[in-house]
């Protein structure tokens, strides 16, 4: 390995730190030969404005009782007149070895030839296996539809007609970026920036990369 790697524990979850060149996490991934998509949310840019969220709410319908995507603010340290604040982004990871794909009996837990893991609506019948098997707690139940939803990439809503995400789209912060793994973009920002994967046990590497941060936040603003 080119990269250096630490790992701690964050609640139940392992952190994988990568320093500098993130080739080699590259490569492996594109053993496969499969073209694959990822989003990376720089926390060091990221202000808890929450638009992303909200956004993916209106455009993927997603109903009170449910999220897709969900900025968390978790406070990490507390002073006068000023909280430190982590903002860390809760969402789909299109896992590798994905155990929502594993456990659904009917095949609708699928992932589609961008490595984008998704929910084929038609092939769902609620059955919630997924939604118990996912670690990140990142799927529900749609109350409305009665099938199984979650975070994908606005595969249906946005990139079907040549968008980007809608959170990468409003972030106000450019804290997002999305695209091909094999990109000029993603490569350059894996190999320029220190960063960090969240992986829980059960699952596989995740898709989603983070750089790390937190913020001051007077207490006059929450
Ligand atoms: S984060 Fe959860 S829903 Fe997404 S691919 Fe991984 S296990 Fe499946
Ligand atoms: S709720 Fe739907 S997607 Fe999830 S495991 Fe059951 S059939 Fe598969
Ligand atoms: S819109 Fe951008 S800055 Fe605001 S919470 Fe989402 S990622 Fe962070």
Redesign the pocket.
Known sequence: MTYTRRKFVIGMGTVIFFSGPGQSLLAASNKTSQVRYAMIHDETLCNGCNLCARACRKVNHVPDQGSRLSIAHIPVSDHENETQYHFFRQS????ED????EVCPTGA?WRDDRGI?RVDKPRCIGCSY?IG????Q??YLNPVTKVAD??DFCAESRLAKGFAPICVNVCPQNALIFGREDSEVVQNWLKNNKYYEYQLKG?GA?HLYRRFGQHLISKDNV
């Open positions: 789909c990871q299109h896992c994905a155990p929502c794909i837990s893991v997924c098997a996912c670690p990140y990142v799927r979650k975070c699952a995740p």
